[in-house]
């Protein structure tokens, strides 16, 4: 289960529709082993595309050293899907390459959706979200 405060969800979902019509990404890094998302870090798509996304390299290499030196991991990485239900397509689940992190789509289709996935050597599974006003 991807437990998450309604601060990082509400972030989330309006850097989803600040980013639209092109698919928004990022990630939410935690304290290492934690499995808790606390820093929100908003990510530029590099596609510029309304049906993919890619983090910029430059950009990946700053936050992974960054993380590095605060001793986090990635424990959301989430992006939109603009047109389509938030469900991850062939090509996220090729490039899904964080085994333990929680996958968040949201879809800004007719119907709203926010999910979490993990995806783990191909295979995806939902998980449910649990909203919490703070992890105390």
Sequence with gaps: MLTITQDLYDRIVAHAK???PDEACGVIAGPEGSDRPERFVP???AARSPTFYEFDSMEQFRLDKEMRERDEEQVVIYHSHTATEAY?????????QEP?????LVSLAEEFQFRSFRIVDGVVTEEPVQVVASYA
Aim: no cysteine; net charge negative.
């Design 88 to 96: 991850p397509s062939r090509t996220d689940i090729s490039l899904a």
């Design 43 to 45: 990510m530029l798509n």
């Design 100 to 104: 333990g992190a929680h996958y968040v």
């Design 18 to 20: 600040a980013d639209a």
